[in-house]
């Protein structure tokens, strides 16, 4: 089969490899769609601080059932799957507390071991969620980056008739936003400075404000009213917008980081404390969040195909990241397209 490696920053070659034998408790997939996302262009450039070359990247996939080991009952050939990425340990303190999004020693396909850059993909069927008929194969690879949307909205706990703030209306924060509507959150502002993100953000039905063109605070009351948001979702990973949080975050509402930082944030510690802020930081997600995502998107209340800004085929996958480069923010999701498609 064929297989996209990453061999350097900046360089993606295709190499003939052998297709992995099938565990009992395996299956073998054939890939459909791939999602490049954020953490992908940071490898991409170099910039990743967890991942070495050679890589193989993806990790937002939709796949089909090829074949099922001899103990493997919930799958068969045919089915249309979607893939949960980590690889734990089952045994550190947060893998036996049911938190093994947290591992001591997570890896990530795509990152720090194998990813599904490849025709075909062997992996354990615990690993596999199946997706009903009506979710396309496009919408499928979105489940991933939806579940860490939902996981997010959960480490706030209960959403319903909530104010709800996100800042930053990239692929995540979009995702954050619509995923708070979809669980009954009572209003959801997205602020976010790019203009053709705001547009996508409004078609997925969010309201939308340019903190450049409309002073925040005054937004936010205008918005919520004087009580302001119940919780605030810091989806960009800068300096600005977390200090932003905490200085108009309501006394004693939620902060939730979302945003992955390159480095140190000086923050306004004395805020958090005289306010009594709860700041919670949210890392991936765990196969109930999956679930959750795939009944979010089967039940119509997601928005993805605005996301969807380009689809590359398999064979030209470096094309992908140069048109990420290349059009900024108006590459939303950049979607590879296997070849027989």
Known sequence: MIQAMMTKPGEIIFREVDVPAVGPDQIKVKMKRIGVCGSDVHVYHGKHPFTSYPVVQGHEVSAEVVEVGENVTGFKPGDKVTIQPQVVCGKCYPC????????????????????????????????????????????????????????????????????????????????????????????????????????????AGIETVNPFKKELKEAIHEFFGPDGADVIFECVGASETMNQAIEYARKGSHII??????????????????????????????????????????????????????????????????????????AMKVIIVMDEE
């Open 96 to 203: 036996t507390h049911g938190l093994y999004n947290d591992c001591e020693v997570l890896k990530v396909m795509g990152f720090q071991t194998t990813g599904m850059a490849s025709e075909y993909f062997v992996t354990e069927a615990a690993k596999a969620l199946k997706l009903p008929d009506s979710i396309s194969w496009d919408h499928g690879s979105m489940i991933e980056p939806l579940a860490v949307g939902v996981h997010a909205v959960r480490r706030y706990g209960d959403i319903k008739d909530k104010n709800v703030l996100v800042l930053g209306g990239g692929t995540i924060g979009n995702l954050v936003a619509q995923t708070a509507k979809a669980m009954g959150a009572s209003k959801v502002l997205i602020s976010e400075i790019s203009e053709y993100r705001l547009e996508v953000a409004k078609k």
């Open 257 to 330: 980081v979302v945003g992955v930082f390159e480095g140190l944030v000086n923050m306004n510690a004395a805020l958090i404390q005289d306010h009594e802020l709860t700041v919670a930081g949210t890392a991936m997600y765990r196969v109930e969040d999956f679930i959750k995502a795939i009944e979010l998107t089967e039940a119509g209340l997601i928005e993805f195909d605005s996301l969807i800004t380009n689809h590359v085929p398999f064979k030209e996958y470096q094309r992908a990241y140069q048109i990420i480069d290349e059009q900024k923010d108006k």
